[in-house]
């Protein structure tokens, strides 16, 4: 199945979901650092729980600090899957690049959403 580019909540559940694969296959190594995966599978995640929570936002204040919250947490997982990048060690680079690259257009609409929101 197909999700609309513009549907944030089913894009950032993708993230996850494949997040969440890329960090099974990890673990089952046991190579990388136990507390980076952990770290990266809380932020990753929490991105996307924050925006399913911004879909039912009581007022604008209330959708600003939820998608404030999914882009702080998307750049916290950015920090972590450089760090892991950077270690040369997964598995899969491929993988880890294919995140990266979904990473980099949820944290670039949700930097906007926040401007947007702030009015800048």
């Known amino acids: 199945m197909s999700i609309p580019a513009r549907d944030l909540t089913g894009r ?5 979901v494949q997040l969440l694969a890329f960090v099974e296959a990890e673990q089952r190594r046991r190579v990388l650092p136990a ?3 952990d770290q990266v599978v809380r932020a990753g995640t929490a991105i996307g729980a924050h925006n399913a929570e911004a879909d039912a936002a009581i007022s604008r204040r209330h959708l600003l600090a939820l998608r404030a ?12 899957l450089q760090l892991i990048a950077e270690g040369r060690r997964c598995q899969s680079p491929e993988a880890l690049g294919e995140l990266q690259a979904q990473l980099g257009q949820l944290t670039a609409i949700l930097t906007v959403c926040v401007k947007k929101l702030r009015g800048q």
């Open 35 to 37: 507390r980076v995966l």
């Open 69 to 80: 919250g999914a882009l702080k947490e998307a750049l916290e997982t950015e920090y972590w």
């Open 12 to 16: 950032s559940r993708r993230f996850s």
